[in-house]
């Protein structure tokens, strides 16, 4: 027997165990230091720093000190950082490469920090270029253009107004009507030629013929007065009809110039109609920013871990089917209280530090083999006492045991008293408010569905804005002291469709809808009284000069009278006048026999 | 390398036990078919210290059936990949999952499993024939060999004198 043993071997044997002992216990430290900076900022995307390593035997494990993860986004900032770490390893399987984290206690945990040196790697990560500045400025270009009011002098001016096309139509009828009457009425004789021509008839009707010689004389006269008489009708007719045809247009030009300022009017409203449809979308606007910030955030971080959650091929026959797989084998899982997956963070307890106080996130069976743990890792924020909130709870569950995976938040927030809260919108903010949120976030597949109910109470708004915007959206906000906000989210994570609803939406709509009818009826007043004057300015000056056409028909009419009396006045030949005035003689002589015949009879009796 | 064989072709020609040589073929065929960083491979690499079997023949047979594994790895994983999916063992590996020290033995890993099983299975008539054929190496080849122009030549090489200066 003693020929099979060789004890020197057992001592070479022992010296070799020391040997690797004592090499992990000094390269342990660099080793795991090395590791973590260089998976930690292929994870992170930006540099990742461990100041210090040190290995610890009771427990066995690790403390880091002084851990910064920058920003990807920020090489100048850290994402996260904080000052030390321990962790306590279980031992046996280590002996198989296993990493299994039993406690973490990390502390002083703060986001954001400043960095004296750049984070980003070498190999530039990839920026997202989001359209949302554009899209928000363009949705804000919207609301500003409805809700704000040109001046009744800015639309007057910006408009082809039918009042003064009316108006210039009337001038212009008037101008070309008043010269066709007044060429009518120059041939048409005025009171003077009337009276010669009244005492130039009397001249020839009114006095004794005193010879045959003497009634043709005046015979030729009165019929050459005659013919003027009637060349004047003529021309009083002509003025007559001219004036008529200028009643005529003028009256039509007329009525369309009345009535254009209320045809202007009913324009304009149809145009400049004022309504509260752009509120729709104001608390998009209102807490769009905010609110995308902190999503933002949450996808961030999210997509970075993201693709560690995906269960491994561990127990996956598909990847089984891969020729590395196959040549190198693989672990096969059973059913245990205490599984072993490559990598397992059992129980973790992390003291963050935030500008409002400080949150305790607790993270169990953080692991990228699910299947293989059989439990989803399960992460709980807790802000208890915060400056201003009273309670906060993010119950984060990543379950990955099965595909698709299954991700959810639960997010409750009690009295979040808000102050100063940029909105985002026509520098106005939320002076304070004391809000209430619940939510819920699920991601399956990829696809994210998203719910947040959040109730705002004793809110306040101000804005230093002078805009028209900023005046009219404070002016709503002020009449509003409660409201809710529903935000949902759908579609890729990476890209969800965010919306949101609330009855803030109501209530600003209607809130814009007075201050819009109000401002409507400012606006139609004072383009009413607008319109109304330059009516005024068309019609007013013609008044006087249409009042004398009227008045020159009358007098057309006496004329036209006149002149047909006039012509209407006959000659007595000279026979007729000598035969009249005989039997005037002979008349008056019987008149007087008879009253002498009368009178004698009388006295008889 | 060069001594290294040398090394081996001085312990086959010496006195040593033919079963010293054939244990050390048989241990580094598991070693070989097997990851070598294995809880078994630390216990093989104990007793290959411990008994008195011939180091230099263990060393160049795992690199010899390394060479081998390179082959056979795929076919020792799906082994032991239907040994630790078979429902009838199921109840077996399960309460071998619940002990830390057959996980640290990497029991439940098909290739460990499946080079495992191939070295075991393969280790009894590996060692029985290695015997046989040293011996038969000893008793026949060597004296023939020795005989021929080309060991003549071959003992006036550098390899030789290698050989030699291990010999004396």
Redesign the interface.
Known sequence: MKQWIRWSGLAAFIVIAVLLTVFFAFAAGPLVKWSLESAGSEIAGARVDVGDVSLTFSPFGFTLQQVTVADARKPMQNALEFSSATAAVDIAPLFLGKAIIRDLSVDGLQFGTARQTSGALEKKAKTDSTDSAAEESSLQDKVLSVAELPSADEILARENLQTEAAGAAFQQSYKTNRAAVDAALEGVPDNDALAAYQAELQALTGEKLTSVDDFKERKAKLDALKKRFAADKAAVAAAKQAIADARTDIAARLTDLRSAPAEDMASIRSKYQLNAGGAANVTALLFGDQAGEWARQALYWYEKIQPYLSSSADGDSAALASEERLRDGRFVHFPSADPWPEFLLRNARISATLPGGKLLITAQDITHQQAVLGRPAHILVNGSGLQQVEELTADIVLDHRSSPGNDSLTLTVKDWQVQDMNLGLADTRMTSSLVQVQGLAVVSGGKLNAKADAQFGAAAFASKSKTTLAQELVAALASIDRFDVNASAGGDFRSPDVRFGSDLDRQLSAAFSRRLNQKQAELEARLQKQLQEKLQAYTGDYADELQQLNELDGSLSDKADALQEMASAKLEDYETQQKREAEEKAKAKEDALKQKAKDKLKSLF | MLSMLAKLLKALNSESAPGQIALAFSLALIVALT?MFS?HNALI??L?????INLSAFLVAVAAFSLLAWFT??Y???L??SL??NPGL?DT??SL??S?FW??A?F?????L?GLVIGLLAFVPLFMLSRVLIRLYRERVLNWVSRLKVTQVLKASKFYNLYKSFAE
């Open positions: 990851p809880l690499l104990l290959v210290l411990i008994l008195r790895d795929p020792a994983a799906r032991g990949e630790l999916t199921q590996w399960t999952y619940q830390d996980r640290i990497a439940n890993h098909s290739l460990v499946g």
